[in-house]
């Protein structure tokens, strides 16, 4: 259903990956502590910056924007802002840094509040809620609310606005619910969670509202759905609104928007191995069909209405899948282990001829661009610090294997 269409080989192991909203760029977080950003080749729609049309298929390179040792310890989550201006970071070094997309200059940054006097409470993920608010959850079940201020999109304060504790154990996922009619900003207030065996809804300003019964399974991965077929309407007078949560026995199950208590289906994707699904993404273009990032480096195509796996494809023979979605071109990122795949629909079977002979690789465009961030790059600093990691997702294990860098053109790119 997917093919790849060009592969990007990293320095070490791949802790986050984001994607910017607006643009085809991508930002990668790796286990030595490095950031960098990515600019991928433009799609048959669109045009490059210096006027050059896109090449058939939108092949071409991928260009190094910048990159970067931005944290210590290693780089553990990232986010874009919601204007895609600003990409935020988070380490075990247990600081958060606001850093500008296009130059990978730091803005402001902020000490993550931490478990005790001694401890460093290490994050396990970052989203931008709106232009005003960053959710930053960490390993000891915190879930810290950040006040931004516009423009710059920057720490107004150095403590949270709020803390809340939605989870006995640390938070795996996050996803925003969409605003009500009665809304006059636009933007999401609500937002569901998963963390150990739970699923918990959390509102803006009323904090947790409902925490689901114990699941007995280990909850990993969450999106949100709409436009499936309806039984009911919900609490907003709309139906077909679902919330779709991985699980770490190969079980994805659907959650009736609104109706928070137990799941209301479930789709087994892995009956023999069981492998965890580690991440989720929306298919663009109706949200009839999800993508599933896999424990052993799979991809599963999921289409709702028949819940059935439809396709598969795979990222990696060993590594798991740490990051996965769309750009805004329409294409697959995935990424995990020592590499990142970019994908597009596979080409019809009488078309093959035409398309032999893709090539992969990337081609690097500027130096290393910090402030006060620029530190050795011992890209095996961080290892042993992560193997020693509290955390239990297959996705922060560090199994990094030593990688081959190669630079290889895209066809019709020589």
């Not at 925490?211 to 039984?231: I, M, R, T, W």
């Not at 659907?254 to 993404?281: C, F, P």
Request: with cysteine; proline share 4%; net charge negative.
């Amino acid at each position: 259903m997917f093919d790849t269409i060009c592969t990007l080989p990293l320095t070490s192991d791949l802790f986050a990956q984001a994607i910017h909203p607006t643009e085809s760029v991508i930002a990668t977080g790796l286990a030595a502590g490095h950031v960098e950003l990515y600019r991928l080749p433009p799609t048959t729609s669109e045009s490059s910056e210096d006027g050059t049309p896109a090449s058939e298929n939108g092949y071409g390179t991928i260009d190094t924007a910048w990159r970067t040792k931005r944290h210590k310890g290693s780089c553990r989550s990232l986010a874009f802002s919601h204007d895609g201006e600003v990409l935020f970071s988070a380490g075990t070094d247990g600081i958060v840094k606001a850093a500008s997309t296009a130059t990978g200059q730091v803005i402001s940054k902020v000490a993550i509040p931490p478990e005790d006097a001694s401890t460093i409470d290490a994050p396990s993920l970052l989203h931008a809620l709106s232009p005003r608010t960053l959710l930053l959850a960490t390993d000891s079940s915190a879930l810290h609310l950040y006040d931004l201020r516009v423009p710059n999109a920057t720490f107004s304060i150095a403590t949270p606005q709020q803390t809340h504790h939605p989870h006995d154990d640390y938070i795996s996922s996050l996803t925003p619910l969409p605003p009500t009619d009665a809304s006059t900003s636009g933007f999401s207030k609500q937002w569901v969670s998963t963390g150990g065996t739970t699923l918990a809804v959390t509102d803006l300003r009323r904090g947790v509202l409902v925490k689901s019964e114990d699941q007995e399974e280990e909850l990993l991965s969450c999106v949100f759905v709409s436009g499936l077929p309806a039984k009911g309407k919900n609490q907003n007078g709309r139906g077909g609104e679902k919330v779709l949560v991985g699980g770490g026995s190969g079980v994805l199950t659907l959650w009736e928007k609104g109706v928070w208590d137990d799941q209301d289906e479930r789709i087994m994707l892995d009956n023999i191995t069981k492998e965890s699904l580690d991440v989720l993404a929306v298919v663009p273009g109706g949200g009839r069909e999800v993508v599933v990032g896999m424990g052993d480096g799979r991809v599963k195509v999921v289409r709702l209405g028949i819940n059935r796996v439809v396709g598969e494809c795979r990222h990696d023979e060993v590594e798991s899948v740490v990051g996965l979605g769309f750009e805004v071109g329409g294409r697959m990122v995935s990424g995990g282990g020592c590499v990142v795949k970019v994908w597009h629909e596979a080409v019809e079977e009488d078309d093959v001829g035409e398309k032999d002979g893709v090539g992969v690789g990337k081609r690097g465009k500027g130096s290393d661009s910090d402030d006060d961030d620029s530190e050795d790059e011992r890209d095996s600093s961080s290892d042993a610090e992560n193997k020693g990691s509290k955390r239990k997702k297959r996705r922060k294990r560090n199994k990094g294997r030593e990688q081959v860098q190669h630079v290889i053109s895209f066809k019709g790119m020589d």
